[in-house]
């Protein structure tokens, strides 16, 4: 996974990122737990904004 792709995910997100995996065409990035609802953000648009800057769907998981 590209370094800088990560460094966005983690300052657009506002959470920890644990790790990032390419899986069928998305992104599946993996947060604490209990940080996935901060992350997604009031109706995905936290998810959405990124989505959009990254042009790659996102998947939001637990650890």
Known sequence: MDQSIVEKLKTMLGVRVEKVEEHEGQ????VPKGQAARAI???????????LVLNKKLAIKEL
């Open 27 to 30: 992104l599946l990035v993996y």
């Open 41 to 51: 953000g009031s109706g995905g648009a936290v998810v959405r904004s990124a989505e």
